[in-house]
């Protein structure tokens, strides 16, 4: 009985240490392409199609302390390609998440667990990340599910425009688009003054990327900044960012973010997590288990 007992204690500790695992950090990965991720995606001519080469730099190699959130809103250890099931219609490769993940981590030990959770759509204007629309639901559902587990929403990472360079009418209209975008989603997930990093276009599809990039530059909003990608290398479609140009905007994302000393709106992390905790089943079964061991010491072995 004694023996059952302590198996059943480790046993629960275990649970209780997969789920101190959960994510605590939690950003969002949001835009078209180029976060998404084309770096190493190439034109195979023998059969036609684009492939991504299968090459992951050290900096975007799997981390114990970096999960995404998958299509089916569970969290899975973060691998590359990030975005494989949700922008799931194109070849995805290296993207700038990876990256960023593994740079937060490495330059500031306070940083707990991360979760990622990816949410770009290759092709995509600024005008389908209307409210109302599937790509901005999406969006604030799968947020809403990362954040179930008691961790806080530290950024939004966004990277998106290129599409919107084609016809001037949308590149006029892209600053008003995109500041009522960050109002609403810091509306509906009720983080007020939720850090947005944003990128300045490195290409464009069309004639009015200067007047996208304007834009981008000129967004006056608290807590939104601009990460410059121009002058990053790109692949040979003059489009997408190379894999080494990827890694080194991950690495300026990380930089801005801790720059920009960004801390939880709500809830401390611990608090959070303790108040979890507490309310939980693992909680109430360990209290159980220590009841019956203590029982069965004072009353039973005598």
């Not at 008691?150 to 998106?160: E, T």
């Amino acid at each position: 009985m004694l023996a059952f007992l302590m198996l059943a204690l480790v046993s629960q500790a275990s649970r209780l240490d997969a789920s101190q695992r959960l994510p605590t950090d939690i950003f969002i990965l949001a835009g078209q392409s180029n976060m998404a991720g084309r770096g190493g995606v190439i034109n195979n001519t023998k059969i036609g199609k684009l492939t991504w080469d299968g090459i992951v730099p050290p900096q975007c190699q799997p981390n114990p302390s970096i999960f995404r959130l998958s299509a089916n809103l569970t969290w899975v250890l973060a691998h590359e390609p990030l975005h494989a099931d949700i922008d799931y219609n194109k070849t995805n490769g290296i993207g700038p998440g990876m990256a960023f993940a593994n740079a937060v981590l490495t330059k500031d030990p306070t940083i707990g667990v991360m979760g990622l959770v990816p949410c770009a759509i290759g092709g995509t204007y600024i005008s389908q990340w209307a409210k109302g629309g599937f790509l901005y639901d999406q969006l604030v559902r799968r947020t809403r599910a990362a954040l179930k587990s008691g961790g806080d929403l530290r950024a939004m990472l966004w990277y998106q425009g290129e599409s919107d360079t084609i016809i001037r009418e949308d590149a006029d209209a892209y600053k008003g688009r995109l500041e009522k975008f960050f109002k609403e989603v810091r509306a509906d997930l009720q983080y007020p003054t939720l850090p947005i990093i944003q990128v300045g276009l490195a290409s464009g599809e069309g004639l009015f990327t200067e007047t996208v990039r304007e834009a981008q530059l000129g967004i006056n909003l608290p807590n939104v900044q601009c990460v410059d990608a121009k002058g990053l290398p790109l692949e040979p479609d003059r489009l997408h960012l190379t894999t080494p140009a990827q890694v080194q905007l991950g690495q300026m994302l990380a930089h801005a973010f801790l720059q920009s000393l960004s801390t939880p709106i709500r809830t401390s992390i611990n608090s959070a997590t303790a108040l979890s905790f507490l309310a939980s089943d693992n909680f109430v079964g360990l209290i159980i288990l220590i009841f019956l061991f203590h029982f069965f010491y004072l009353f039973v072995l005598p």
